[in-house]
């Protein structure tokens, strides 16, 4: 079980008012969030680098590709989330995830350079962003069924920190282990992180608020198509997909244009992965800079609209 020190349940309390109970869950949750972040970004600079190895060109197919999948995977998703307790799905996905990266590992450490090392690199890059959609997801779906709404407001961005300061870890790890041992290591330590997010998120289980938090849902959850039929019908739902298809598109522009001007500077995986690494870490430190006094003080008193 994971056990706060009083100095980090200070620590947290100077950074969003934490009443009397919560102050172990809030712990729990942001270590759980570091260590799933801190996964989620060792892979990234990775996944970036290798979508170079080969033709440039093709990286706007391997986008689609992506969406492909994603479309393919989110109804199994779905039906899982709607038939499985959290208890049970949550190590489901980690140890399938962890599994995946180690199969990775094998294929680009051992394939031999030409095809059979290219088509590894393009299905690591379409594995990866989906992984790095549904990660979060299922992370957020149990801080949903941990804290109250009104927990959240006070709590979520805080909790978001840890999620920052671990992506920020998992740049350093990149960087260093592509510069000492070579990018396919990265992906076993990724693993690694994951596994100890699962580890946490068990705890957190533990530790959660008693006085009033909601217990796990027992009826199982609407269908895909249920929810989609929830967000056609809901112009707040219709709004944040709007959102978030505008700055899907703008995000993926930005990438082919970073993805171009990388390809044409830097020559070999471990060097554009370490380029990548780098990058990563310096937003990743610049976000905390206002994440930490700021975004849980806004959301409190402005809320979430």
Same mark, same amino acid.
């Given at each position: 079980m994971s056990r706060a020190s009083p100095f980090s349940l200070r620590l947290a309390s100077r950074l969003?008012?934490?009443s009397p109970g919560e102050g172990r869950a809030l712990f729990a949750a942001s270590a759980c969030l570091f260590a799933l972040m801190a996964s989620s970004a060792a892979l990234r600079p990775l996944r970036d680098a290798l979508a170079l190895s080969g033709d440039e060109q093709q990286l706007p197919w391997m986008i689609a590709g992506t969406l492909g999948a994603t479309a393919l995977v989110h109804p199994v998703f779905a039906a899982l989330v709607?038939?499985?307790p959290r208890s049970a799905f949550v190590p489901l996905v980690a140890h399938a995830s962890a599994a995946a990266l180690c199969a990775f590992w094998v294929a680009l450490r051992f394939a031999p350079e030409g095809p059979a090392r290219l088509a590894a690199?393009? %299905?690591f890059f379409v594995w990866a962003g #989906?992984?790095?959609l549904f990660a979060p997801s299922v992370f957020w779906g149990l801080m949903a069924d941990v804290f109250r709404s009104d927990q959240a407001l006070r709590l979520f961005g805080v909790i978001g920190v840890g999620g920052t300061l671990g992506a920020a870890l998992g740049s350093l790890v990149a960087a260093s282990l592509v510069a000492r041992v070579g990018p396919a290591w990265v992906l076993l330590a990724s693993a690694l992180l994951l596994e100890g997010a699962l580890v946490l998120s068990r705890a957190l289980l533990l530790e959660r608020p008693p006085e009033d938090a909601p217990c796990l849902p027992a009826a199982p959850a609407p269908s895909v198509w249920e929810g989609a039929r929830r967000v056609i019908v809901s112009p707040y739902l219709l709004?944040?997909? %709007?959102?978030?298809?505008?700055?899907? #598109?703008?995000?993926?522009?930005?990438y082919l244009e970073q993805a171009h001007l990388v390809a044409g500077a830097l020559e070999g995986t471990a060097a554009r992965a370490a380029l990548f690494a780098r990058v990563d870490l310096a937003i990743n430190l610049l976000t905390v800079l206002g994440q930490c006094p700021v975004t849980s003080r806004v959301l409190g008193a402005l809320g979430v609209a």
């Open positions: 969003a008012p934490v709607a038939r499985l690199a393009r %299905a #989906v992984f790095n709004g944040i997909c %709007a959102y978030l298809l505008l700055f899907t #598109v703008t995000s993926t522009l930005l």
